[in-house]
């Protein structure tokens, strides 16, 4: 009975995800649309394309936001992006809250599954700690970007840019407002590429990550636990998190490093240490975020081919990612290691991951395999051959994980192919594994409870 | 302590198989390096690659067969194959057969092991009836071929090319002595075309398909079983791998009449009848075989991109081909649409997959993955960017999957890429698995009964 109650509410959760997306996706793109944001006119395809990948933090873009959008239309999209990055459930959270209105059991609940807390309690505090922690963490980033973007643009159009790209880079979402080549002109700038890297970074683990970090942190101040337990103490989900995204940074960075060392189109005329920050910046944004300080076209096409299996991989659950997610990834390789061994349980920092963990995970990996090749197949049946397979493989991976890297191939495919990408940017968001249950959540219910008599097959 | 034995026969089992197909390689290489078999000097690499892609009966070539060779060098290349297509232990049982050596127990498990066979029983007879089957079907194939190439080549060198033939497609290595473009001379000839597809798929599914199939039929005649269940009294296994291959063919066929109706560099200038035939040749040379009809390199990019995937796939287990195989992806798509709708059992025909079964081919899909990864990658960095990813990523996948089908990539590449080739060969006849314990086996013994607190992370 409570099993069923649980389902059911997971599954209403699904519903408002998915429909909230929408929804906020088709109001921002009639908003783009009106005159009033633009300072030319704009097709509702690319208002809907530019709602889109604000909305679902892609940044991939069929328009250059700095010249097509009035201060109006760069507002609705930070507002968009703000939203999009958030989530739409902490967004009614949080007008729940200003509205001073109880929220109702069910309603918390919602919020609950959403991000995967352990307990009802302290549900309100964790929205306003939500709220909070952005607020300051974006704020901080606005005034690192403003001490270089102030002198550069000044005063007014500098703090502007500087929160514009705090939230755009928290939200993981990659749209910028500087032009066509995101931050390349900063490839050699350590303040804006460290303040992007820790904005991408901290935006993308994910909230219940930093909030352990943050109570443990806490806890050892008040010397309720010894400092040496600094990690141990976390949350297996925090550990994993952890681990895997720097496992991935390092890895990230070290190729990229070594496959661009000599090309002159990326980081070939840079000294060691900003090649160096270049290939870290590369590894970072490959996590979700979506700007870049070389163009991405520029990259021999084995790097380009490692920051396409990056970008699948994506960033954490519960953060502004799209993708398989780190924790999906890392249990599905544990499980491999397990499994070759000949080994049962699936074993990490001395706790067993959960049965029924990696059966999701292997649903996930088989879902976004599907959902990337028949995108894939889509656009590269629409546009003609010579457009490069590789550069479509990108674009979808980036479209599908939400990371809005471009190998300057979006803005000059067919409308078919938008649309496609277009699908893939919410899918991403909302989560194949969401729309999945969807589509089966008739299924779902007629639990199969029989035993057949089992058979051995010939494997591999 | 039956377990520890069985484990130990499957180690055994393992290395005769790895080494033995690696010594059968350096031999061949040394074979038809001698000046006899040669028509012009070969460089050792290239012979080395030349008996590579015959033992692994993958059909990838630098050099072209027809010009290269002297007669007694295709009759080497022939032995290859043909040693290749039954594999080492079938090979070395018959030796022992014809010596008229008792076969030891140990011996027989060994056998028995390779070709999962039920009971240890009728080994004999089966390894007979392997030899058996195997000339009964290259003879037809030999004699039908010869109905066409008589004609056209004469009476002696006719018979010789419907022998080379038939031996190379059923044990789908497709190689051949007709010059550059394989059967394209063909792609309007029923005959061929039929005996072809025939061939190669006959030799795809596996010995003990066609055994349970034999058997079957033979119940039916002696009216020990009624007809109607000709079907249901097959093996799980059987019925797995008839139903894949043939959706794997008519998704093949279906998908490249359609994507490639209207190329001229392909299908397009034949009638509607011929256009659907090269189609369905395309899908069934796919499952491992390599000879072609029209171009590789004429395709399309997302009929390549499907090509590819159907090549990763492969065949099926027990027989000539490598890949993932069709089994191992059967399973673990039921498994995907299992785990989606929240069941547990792996259900297929009235039958539970063994839960063993799903976690070796997850292993298996994991391996697979990775070793096409790494060898595209290295391939990709050795080789310069104007290349063609795609046709990388195809050339990659035929050898891994000894498709040997060719984007008129691997005469061009370097040497490094072609060591890569090799090696992705090797790997993937004697299967990634395979390799994989060679290297894990100490690990293996190393059971781990203890089981730890579970604890749950946020997945997708
Ligand atoms: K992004
Ligand atoms: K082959």
Redesign the interface.
Known sequence: MRQEGKKNLRWNTMKILAVGFLGVILIGAVLLWLPICNEKPISFLDALFTSTTSVCVTGLITIVPKYQFTIVGKVVLLLLIQIGGLGIVACVAAFFMIMRRKITLKERIVIQETY?MDSLGGLVGMVRRILLGTLVVEGAGAVLYAIQFVPDFGLLKGVWYGVFHSVSAFCNAGIDILGEDSLAKYVTNPLINITTMLLITLGGI?F?VWYDVVDNGKRIRRHEVPRKWWFTRL???TK?VLVTSLVLFLLGTILTFI?EYNNPDTIGNLSIGQKFMASAFQSVTTRTAGFFTFPQAGM???T???ST?LMFIGA???GTAGG??T??FA???L??LT???????I?CF??????N?F??????I??ALGVY?IG??AI??IEP?NI???R?MYETASAFATVGLTADLTTKLHTGSKIVLMILMYIGRV???TI??LF?GK??L???LR??????????
Chains 1, 2 share one sequence.
Not at 339 to 345: A, I, N, V
Not at 350 to 355: F, V, Y
Not at 451 to 460: A, D, F, V, W
């Open positions: 995967n994910g219940t949350r297996l989900h994993i496959l021999h096409e084995e380009g081919f490692l299996i954490s659950p519960g398989l997610k924790t999906t249990m599905l390789f499980a491999f499994m070759l061994r000949g080994g049962h349980d074993e001395g706790r067993k991951i959960d049965e963990n059966r999701v995970g292997f649903v996930a088989m879902l090749i894939t197949t590269a049946v051959d490069g397979f590789q479509i989560g194949p594994m999945a249950l089966a299924v779902n007629k639990e199969k035993t057949l008599p089992s058979e051995r097959i010939m494997i591999g």
